[in-house]
T-cell receptor
Framework: NAGVTQTPKFRILKIGQSMTLQCTQD?????MYWYRQDPGMGLKLIYY???????DKGEVPNGYNVSRSTTEDFPLRLELAAPSQTSVYFC?????????????FGEGSRLTVL | DAKTTQPNSMESNEEEPVHLPCNHS???????IHWYRQLPSQGPEYVIH???SNVNNRMASLAIAEDRKSSTLILHRATLRDAAVYYC????????FGTGTRLQVFP
């Protein structure tokens, strides 16, 4: 059981480049989340999904896009990378929001935009 | 979105109990209270959750006020490995993290 898998773990981008952070979970979880964490700060919600085909904005969605075509995958797309997007990105999943809604996190993807 | 308020930092000595407070005065009746912690250079990990009654697990205890406007995470005997940022969160679809409490544990 792999849990939540994020790729890549590290990436350096040039300003204006685009890339996709991949997130896959093998626990058949309905809910999936993308967070970013700037150095010394807390987690900020970028986008979340409550099931395949459904996505919604979080606190800081500008500059990002997501899709949820399957239960397992929730990729995060960065268009026209900017230095302000330098951060550690965490993907998380849970079965449902409620008593058993424990979040499982991936190990994070560290992105640097130069 | 219902918000939580936590102290920025707390300190403890090893093997002493630690009480981490959280205020959530705008909590709704269906919001579960969840606690996560983030060790240095790692992703957050689940600690405990509850709705109305106090809860215990192998990691910690959660004490919830009768009016549910506050809760306290209790680490019964702090170890150096418990040094982390602890987040108190109200569990809804849109899961918002606050700034958390940075716990320092001294030998």
């Amino acid at each position: 059981n792999a849990g939540v898998t994020q790729t890549p773990k590290f990436r350096i981008l040039k300003i204006g480049q685009s890339m996709t952070l991949q997130c896959t979970q093998d626990m058949n979880h309905n809910y999936m989340y993308w967070y970013r964490q700037d150095p010394g700060m807390g987690l900020k919600l970028i986008y979340y999904s409550v099931g395949a085909g459904i996505t919604d904005k979080g606190e800081v969605p500008n500059g990002y896009n997501v899709s949820r075509s399957t239960t397992e995958d929730f990729p995060l797309r960065l268009e026209l990378a900017a230095p302000s997007q330098t951060s550690v990105y965490f993907c998380a999943s849970s079965y449902f929001a409620g008593a058993s809604g424990e979040l499982f996190f991936g190990e994070g993807s560290r992105l640097t935009v130069l | 979105d219902a918000k939580t308020t936590q102290p920025n930092s707390m300190e403890s000595n090893e093997e002493e109990p630690v009480h981490l407070p959280c205020n959530h005065s705008t909590i709704s009746g269906t919001d579960y209270i969840h606690w996560y912690r983030q060790l240095p250079s790692q992703g957050p990990e689940y600690v405990i959750h509850g709705l109305t009654s106090n809860v215990n697990n192998r990691m910690a205890s959660l004490a919830i006020a009768e009016d549910r406007k506050s809760s306290t995470l209790i680490l019964h005997r702090a170890t150096l490995r418990d040094a982390a940022v602890y987040y108190c969160i109200l569990r809804t679809d849109k899961l918002i993290f606050g700034t958390g409490t940075r716990l320092q544990v001294f030998p």
